[in-house]
């Protein structure tokens, strides 16, 4: 290699003294600029590839098989991740379908989305139930809260904002966009306030609904690319949200109570309760219909652009327990995993796991029952272990008691 090229790039022959990084390989160099060039074109080729020649988007799992994926990370929820499987599946097949050319009624079919509501108490998975399939999906996917929407002109975001959000995670290709799926967590959160009218404006509330059902239902959105409000000066990206499916998740808590009451009316009368059958008190959300979700303050159009209601199951102790060690992004593995960087073997008790179980159904929060307790426990641990040269260590039942109890004492003497 002459002296000539030894200071200049091999691809655009710029010299050193023009580039900010000049990489040597074997037999040339490259700068700084044709490694970007070169990241450019191997997003937009992946990008390309994401579809067929055609159009279509390639997925070759069936519902069963998006199943058993869910299930590596999700104790439970069997009818959950059921409908979320069958929903995706045919959210793909929809936006595979070719346009019909043929005149013959047999032809002209058209397969309408299904956006689907989860109900469930919190920390029974839904927002895990979404993050997991996001992994799973070749298609543009995200996360949106349903708290911070107002009505347009109040303080806090506009609706179509949430779909900046979906842009965003396509590098705004809007062409990606508009065959994307969107989870819309804390739906609850927007219902409305109560029938009576007030003096006061509810613009978190029936008004955001409002303005969800041109979205949900598939029409052409004008889109604020950074999110936020809406200003006229603004650059405006325009969707359409005809083929982008909706997947909401709330815990709707005090919907149990609608539930009950509705039940109790039916079972009045001499064949209804052997028609109805035993009913189940400690897992009520089993029989939810789009009816509890109106009388809790869904809006009717809105329950209706939402058409398949799916429920999550009270997490019991049994799942409580598997979920702190069976899945693959289990707590105690992501534990055990922190402390082998550090060169520490972890280990618990039996006797421990079973202690954070009885803590978690006693505080009543679910699974991030289960995190914050482990983090009480672990946090003097983690704290002291990397200063120190041990090979491995092993958290007791003792140990475990004896912080969390401090950490209560600690709670009660603050308030």
Known sequence: ????????????????????????????????????????????????????????????YKPSDIKNFLDQYVIGQENAKKSLSV????????????PSKSKSKNDDVEIEKSNIIMVGQTGTGKTLLAKTIARLL??????????????????GEDVESLLSRLLQAC????????????????????????????????????????????ILEGSIVNVPPNGGRKHPEQ????????????????AFDGIEKKIAQRI??????????????????????????????????????IIGRLPVLTFLDPLDRTALRNILTEPKNAIIRQYIKLFKMD?????????????IVDKAIEFKLGARGLRSICETIMLDVMYEIPSKSM?????????????????????????
């Open 343 to 355: 060169g520490v073997d972890l280990d618990f008790e039996p006797q421990v796991l079973e202690y």
């Open 264 to 301: 109790n009316a039916e079972i009045v009368g001499f064949n209804s309760i052997r028609e109805t059958g035993k009913v189940d008190k400690d897992n009520l959300l089993q029989y939810i219909t789009p009816t509890d979700l109106k009388s809790f303050g869904l809006i009717p159009e």
């Open 1 to 60: 290699m002459s002296k000539q090229n030894v200071n200049r790039c091999t691809f655009c022959g710029r010299p050193k003294s023009e580039t900010e990084l000049l990489v040597e390989g074997q037999e040339g160099f490259i700068c700084n600029f044709c490694i970007e060039q070169a990241h450019q074109i191997l997003v937009e080729s992946s990008q390309s590839q994401t579809t067929t020649p055609k159009g279509q988007i390639e997925f070759n």
């Open 138 to 155: 070749n298609v543009p996917f995200t996360i949106v809260d349903a708290t911070v929407l107002t009505e347009a002109g109040y303080v």
């Open 391 to 415: 090979t491995s260590y092993t958290v007791t039942l003792d140990y475990a008691k004896e912080k969390l109890a401090h950490a209560e004492f600690l709670k009660y003497a603050r308030a």
């Open 235 to 250: 650059r405006m990206v325009s969707v359409n949200t005809k083929d982008i499916l909706f997947i909401c998740g709330g």
């Open 87 to 98: 929903a995706v599946y045919n959210h793909y097949k929809r936006l595979n379908q070719k």
């Open 171 to 214: 590098d705004y290709n809007v062409e990606l966009a508009e065959r994307g799926i969107v989870f819309i967590d804390e739906i609850d959160k927007i219902a409305r306030k109560g029938d009576n009218p007030s003096i006061t404006r509810d613009v978190s509330g029936e008004g955001v609904q409002q303005g969800l059902l041109k």
